[in-house]
T-cell receptor, first 110, second 114 residues
C-alpha cells in the first residue's frame, strides 16, 4: 500500500526550514528518501532502517518512528538547490522492493 | 562508471506497436527494477528482478514483460502499446537482494503512444 506524504507542496524562502512527512498503514522495515529535479531521475538521499539511528547529511536529516510507521525529512536552512520533488519509499520486510509516495514538491525561492 | 544506462531516451509509438526498453548497470548490483512515472505522480513498480535468473511482478505489470538477460541487463517489453502506457520509464538497480539498499536510477525513457 502506497505511503502518504504531506504536505503535497511547500514554498520556502532561502534559509527557511521545512519538514516533509511520510506515513504508512503497514509495519515498515525501512524508509528511503529520494529527491527528483524536473526532467531528471530520482537521486537517493538517505535510508532509515528499523531499529537504526536517525540519519542525516549536511543540513538534511530524517527520523523514523517504527511504532507510528512514520518518517519525517528535515531540511534546515534551505538552499536554492534543495528545490525538487521529494519521495519517500517504504518496504515492509527486509527486502529491497519499495513502494513510493506521490511526492512533495519543494520550491525554494531567493 | 556509467552507473545505470537506458536506451532509448525518447520514443514515439503508434497504438499496437511493440518495443523493448533496454537497461544496463555496471555496479555489479544484484537487484534491478522497472518503474513508470506519470505526470505529477510517484513511481510505480512494474517488474523487478531480485537476482539474476528471477523476475517478479510489481504493482502495475499488465501489458509488460521483462527479461533479466544477465546480471548487468534488464529489459522491458511492450508487446502491443496502448495510449495508457504513455509515461516516463525508469530503470533502477540496488545492491544485495534481501537487504534494503539504496536504488540508483537511470536517466529514463520518455515514451509517447499515439
Amino acid at each position: 500500500q502506497q505511503p502518504v506524504q504531506s504536505p503535497q507542496a511547500v514554498i520556502l524562502r532561502e534559509g527557511e526550514d521545512a519538514v516533509i512527512n511520510c506515513s504508512s498503514s503497514k509495519a515498515l522495515y525501512s524508509v528511503h528518501w529520494y529527491r527528483q529535479k524536473h526532467g531528471e531521475a530520482p537521486v537517493f538521499l538517505m535510508i532509515l532502517l528499523k531499529g537504526g539511528e536517525q540519519k542525516g547529511h549536511d543540513k538534511i536529516s530524517a527520523s523514523f518512528n517504527e511504532k507510528k510507521q512514520q518518517s519525517s525529512l528535515y531540511l534546515t536552512a534551505s538552499q536554492l538547490s534543495y528545490s525538487g520533488t521529494y519521495f519517500c519509499g517504504t518496504d515492509g520486510y527486509s527486502g529491497s522492493r519499495l513502494t513510493f509516495g506521490e511526492g512533495t514538491q519543494l520550491t525554494v525561492n531567493p | 562508471n556509467a552507473g545505470v544506462t537506458q536506451t532509448p531516451k525518447f520514443q514515439v509509438l503508434k497504438t499496437g506497436q511493440s518495443m523493448t526498453l533496454q537497461c544496463a548497470q555496471d555496479m555489479n548490483h544484484n537487484s534491478m527494477y522497472w518503474y513508470r512515472q506519470d505526470p505529477g505522480m510517484g513511481l510505480r513498480l512494474i517488474y523487478y528482478s531480485a537476482s539474476e535468473g528471477t523476475t517478479d511482478k510489481g504493482e502495475v505489470p499488465n501489458g509488460y514483460n521483462v527479461s533479466r538477460l544477465n546480471k548487468r541487463e534488464f529489459s522491458l517489453r511492450l508487446e502491443s502499446a496502448a495510449p495508457s502506457q504513455t509515461s516516463v520509464y525508469f530503470c533502477a538497480s540496488s545492491g544485495l537482494a534481501g537487504i534494503s539498499y539504496e536504488q540508483y536510477f537511470g536517466p529514463g525513457t520518455r515514451l509517447t503512444v499515439t
